[in-house]
């Protein structure tokens, strides 16, 4: 039986902050299918929704519940559904797209002009129930790990990012340690990558990265540049995953690319970068460069499931805390402060694993 | 008969201007060839060379003959030359790679880590005669007109960047209608894209760029996004020519672009530029640019023969002016004007056509 | 208002010919249009079913309106169509795709598992009224000739396969000049080919490859393969389009390619093909092939819009003959006999243009 | 010192079998440098000359040392030799490529229209020392297993096959287990493909396919398709690897491939085949194929240092067999047994590892 309210992670004013609420168990269309969640995980797009930041205030409607990484069984099915099945344990392709434009009607919806985000647009995760089109629905194994089903979101980010190109043989920098960077390296190291180079300024991420595969973790505050063109007869590496959204990290990595190299961007700075060298990073070196907007919807999901399948990518290490939903608060203060690179949120109480 | 020297514009000094000398021909060394200058036409990296500006200060080393674009007669071969011969037709591929490097041998070298160009880092064209390796030398048709032929050179620029992507039934913008812009519409024109808009604020230009082949020429100084967006849907074009090298137009061009676009960028900031909207220049659209040095040896020139016979691209236009070489002041005073898009200049005095 | 009834040519029968009968029109789905047609044309497959061959015997299951090719009128959408309004001018995308096979979730559903084809698997459009998804419908700028709108479909086939690789300034040999092979010569002038070489045994149809833009029309029982790599510096043709399905072309054909070519095969043998000299046509060379099913859904249809408007392809010239719907047997037969390149039909008993 | 004369295995009359025999030290052009062979592994072709079958008898002309895998440490260098240094130890690229058709100027020196493969057309390593153009020789490091480094050239041919698209989270078919195809499974596994099927008739190969990193060797006289189908959720493979040239096992592979799916052809059939169903394996399917010629010039040898390196890839189980250059005929008869699958020579005597 499906009750008619639930308990919520609520961005309830237009203020900071959070509060945990009773509201209305959502209403499905004949598209769309009801999920139970098991897991979700935390985004930095959380927290800059908990913290109201000039980006939030601006997209931002609340009261509304926010979140959106998860996972959960199918508990409700809309009359047209025909794709999912009741208990189908699955998990939720965020983007939902219009389906019309041109973007979409080529194949591109990634890049849909029209895209609604789930815990930006419309009511998020943070909840013990949500809805969603059943075409944004993945079916997961049903033995895969909740946490990590629901971490499947932001891992497609890094695939996106990290598959954009080919990998095997070529030498790699990943710019940035944060969980999708961390998880970039596990998919380089996975596609065959002949030496993977990382940095961050957080130590202790340096040391993640070694644990997800990274050869040569770089302090970026050291001579990353100079440390990689020595290492790499002078040439620079193949390819530049750029998942920081830090100037000084963008110039670094570009710097050390080599010429005809290749360069997917992830990273979102947070406002426009001064002094870029537009001419030598990019014209003289003849490179490419991919932007990279969300997952390619489903080819990303299918290679997602391929890498986390039989263990070739093991991203639980990036996991690093596990608590109930009750427990928001604390959740998101460790995720500002460094402490935990990714928490998952268990709705039911528990922190199964 | 060969004479021993010859007249030659040099840069003599570490000061502005340049002088008309008379200089040893050159000599060939095994696999070497020498050719007698029909006509040679200007680049503004020679107007960098004439006018002593940062970048000239700080890599070129006078005395030398300048000038790189260039046609002309074969009148020696060195001891091992094989795939040219005496009285052939030729232009000249500026840059003298290393054979090498990482580029050279995965035949990538248009960005060889070890060029050498003619005109900057050894003796160039602006001379009754050059020479160079035989390997550089373009055999064309006997029926080429002089000027045309030494334009190809810059015009091989502007096809490398052009048909960096598929540009049959796209809208393109291409931002700056100097002459490699001019050239670049000529040759989107010809590889069939549906609608062509060009940017510039000089109205000459414009009208140029019309005759070129251009749709719809804008002034720079208007809202050029609102009006490509209301002219494409609110789209966006599908492909960016970035030839001005001018932030602000680089900065319309990204926004002109449509989500999923593509961007060849060829013109070069005279410095790393301020307020660059990577997050939503590149990220969020999920666009690929491409930077575009030199000419892709030798794919770009048998892609310009074949742009330039039967005049399916007539740069006929662009050469606006013939003198002879001793008019060399003129021609430069005339460029840096921009009275004049491309001046040629002819070493026996004439300015045959 | 719309009529119970409507006139149709019904494959009525598992034996040759067809029957012009009174059957119901179309009832829609929530999410179908009902279109009015105004204009079909006949594709080969109809010759199959027409005259009952094994294809359509294995396939065709009477009694069952056929036809696939058309254009018309909205005159009814389902209530939850949201992207076609009454009275667009619409053409039809024959394939009927499932959007839940491996190919639809990764944006090639030119390639679905599942798909179903209109006036094959599903009632066509020799008639009156046709139904189909709102998704398939396209709509057309109101201007285009009824018949040219008809023929987007088949045309669009040939769109998919001339631009399956980049034709600017490469040579091109076209295998087969039945109307397909015909549209692709006039999209590969229009997309900048240096030179376009069109083989075929009909005298007619060679002459016809001459006016869409074939600059070396050459009959296929005189030695093909001799004439091209003479003309082409005995390299052989950058793209091999092969339409025909012959194996003596097809032969002919990757012959003719030069090392590294790239051919896109569209044409289909009756049967398996004998003498398929896979070692050099393909290993040696190096070539690369791409099998062409369908058009691309939508990208084809966008290109196909940017390449029939302006006039940039001009297929009025392949649409030989105009008739009633009527007249369809006469129509057959003209095909059959090759009297008639692409015959259009019209329900409304005119032939305009 | 060098001396004037060594032993060579020399194809001596126009008949099967071989003769060892005491021939003159090649002697070396400015540009080539000599090399004193280390150890020579023993490839298809030589067996073809060995054996004399047509193949050999139109293209061989004795008396010739054959043999081209070879390594070696560089005892003298031409005078104008500049990237290569005495005791380098090389391994040699097969393929002397003339520098001046439209492959070559294009990148693409892999398919030279007017190629001369050592130990083919011009005398071969089973010798104390070969001859070959100092831009053909590529540096190893000293600490690789000679034999393995000899083996390059053939494991090259299986890098440019298999790293011809991206291999990771790709299922693929490798349809053929002699050692290339054998390399070719090792290489899929390091890229990291998700599942491996390899077919052959030979069960020993099976079981080498199984050490190689095959997840599901398939005896070919089997039903493969239906094994694959099966394992695939019926939609194929998305990678074949064609590697035995064997008509049923190319029917088979395109039956297995799925549609949309890539095919790279490496696998030379000696003879045009029958029934080679185009229609459905590439038409219908939508595939895209790739005919694998040599090896990249020199990207390939790029990657298989990077595979080679740090025991990526272990080619070692695949060299069965290691004797003197005097027991080439127990190897050449172990090989055509299919007793052994790579045999290493030492011209030295030792048969070292």
């Known amino acids: ?9 609520v961005k309830a004013e237009m203020a900071p902050g959070a509060r945990m609420e009773t509201v209305a168990v959502p209403r499905i269309g004949p598209r769309d299918v009801l999920v139970r969640v098991r897991a979700t995980t935390i985004c930095g797009t959380d927290l800059h ?15 509304m519940v926010f979140g959106h990484e998860f996972s959960g069984d199918v508990v409700a099915c809309g009359d047209e559904v025909t794709n999912i099945r009741l208990d189908d344990f699955v998990s939720g392709e965020t983007h939902i797209v219009c389906g019309h434009c041109y973007s979409c009607r080529t194949g ?57 190109t080919d990998l095997v043989t070529k030498t790699v920098l990943v710019t940035g340690c944060g969980p999708i960077g961390l998880f970039a390296i596990g998919i380089a190291r996975a596609a065959g990558a002949a030496r993977i180079f990382a940095t961050d300024i957080n130590l202790n991420r340096l040391e993640m990265a070694r644990t997800m595969g990274a050869d040569d973790p770089l302090d970026s505050r050291s001579d990353v540049v100079a440390t990689i063109l020595s290492a790499t007869d002078g040439e620079g590496v193949d390819v530049l995953l750029e998942m920081s959204g830090v100037p000084v990290a ?23 970068i001064n002094g870029f060298d537009l001419a030598n990073h990019i014209v003289f070196k003849g490179v490419t460069i991919y932007g990279v907007s969300g997952r390619k919807m489903y080819e990303t999901w299918y290679q997602t499931r391929a890498l986390l399948g039989d263990g070739r990518v093991d991203i639980s290490p990036i996991i690093t805390h596990r608590l ?30």
Chains 1, 2, 3, 4 share one sequence.
């Open 108 to 164: 591109q919806t990634h890049i849909c002009r029209n895209v609604k985000i789930i815990g930006v647009d419309r009511p998020g995760c943070f909840a013990e129930y949500i809805a969603l089109p059943a075409s944004n629905a993945w079916v997961n194994d049903p033995s895969l790990d909740p946490a990590i089903a629901a971490a499947q979101e932001p891992f497609g980010n890094a695939v996106h990012t990290a598959l954009s």
């Open 1 to 9: 039986m499906i009750p008619t309210t639930m308990r919520a992670v």
């Open 324 to 353: 109930p939903l009750e427990a928001y608060e604390q959740a998101f203060e460790m995720m500002i402060s460094g402490e935990a690179a990714k928490v998952a949120l268990f709705p039911d109480g528990g922190s199964q694993s």
């Open 49 to 63: 929704i908990y913290r109201w930041d000039p980006w939030a205030q601006s997209r931002i409607k609340p009261p």
């Open 250 to 272: 963008i110039d670094q990595g570009f710097r050390a690319l080599r010429p005809g190299g290749f360069a997917a961007l992830l990273g979102l700075p947070g406002k426009p």
